[in-house]
């Protein structure tokens, strides 16, 4: 049972073309997260929705929209693709122990994206 | 925001060699600090995590880490790797109350050499 699942897990498209990278999550966490890895591997914050309500929108051009229709998805639209835009996208969701304080982060296996 | 840096992006090391990453955070509030692998072409995985009590946190496949406030610090530590360990170790720190946002630093690349 994957607990933080994402398609596709490859994904080649030409430059231009709009993609769309879908994310689910059965752990029952409230708050679900895009990251993106650069060929350096640096992993950067994108967004972030917790109950289905945007709480994080990192400095990403306006041609990612992250919808969420529920708080076991996020999906990740990307219109107008770029070469740039190629690395890979992770997803993740995470609980808050609100008496501890205890994060569990829990991320996908990733897409990764390559535009040509 | 909370910040982290990680030193020596790349080492490499041969088996049974004892293995020490750094991680810095920058953060003026209560953290919770967390180290992360990722094996080659998949996905990250949790080391460990410290939120509270004993500074010293043992995880998964042999690691610890210790957590020095006065330093801002959760260095990352194996006595004795194996091959098996190579792979990309990422440290992270979310502010414990803020708005869930988990900063990475930028990795280290562990390559072990049999």
């Known amino acids: 049972d994957t607990a933080v699942s994402q398609t596709p897990k490859y994904l080649v498209t030409q430059m231009g073309n709009d993609k769309s990278i879908k994310c689910e999550q059965n752990?029952?966490?409230?708050?679900m997260y895009w990251y993106k890895q650069d060929s350096k591997k640096f992993l950067k914050i994108m967004f972030s929705?917790?109950?289905?309500?945007?709480?994080i929108n990192e400095t990403v051009p306006n041609r990612f929209s992250p919808k969420s229709p529920d708080k076991a998805h996020l999906n990740l639209h990307i219109n107008s693709l770029e070469l740039g835009d190629s690395a890979v996208y992770f997803c993740?969701?995470?609980?808050?122990?609100?008496?501890?304080?205890?994060?569990?982060?829990?991320f996908g296996s990733g897409t990764r994206l390559t535009v040509v | 925001a909370q910040s982290v840096s990680q030193h020596n992006h790349h080492v490499i090391l041969s088996e049974a060699a004892s293995l020490e990453l750094g991680c810095n955070y920058s953060?003026?509030?209560?953290?919770?600090l967390f180290w992360y692998v990722q094996y080659p072409g998949q996905h990250l995985q949790l080391l460990l995590k410290?939120?509270?009590?004993?500074?010293l946190v043992k995880g998964i496949k042999g690691f610890e880490a210790e957590f020095i406030k006065s330093k801002f610090s959760f260095n990352l530590r194996k006595p004795s790797v194996q091959w098996s360990d190579t792979a990309e170790y990422f440290c992270?720190?979310?502010?414990?109350?803020?708005?869930?946002?988990?900063?990475f630093g930028k990795g280290n690349q562990v390559v072990v050499i049999p």
């Open positions: 993740a969701s995470s609980h808050l122990d609100r008496e501890t304080f205890n994060y569990g982060y829990t």
């Open positions: 752990l029952g966490h409230d708050t």
């Open positions: 929705y917790n109950n289905k309500e945007l709480i």
């Open positions: 953060y003026g509030g209560t953290v919770n």
């Open positions: 410290y939120f509270s009590g004993d500074p």
């Open positions: 992270a720190v979310n502010a414990r109350r803020g708005n869930n946002r988990l900063a």
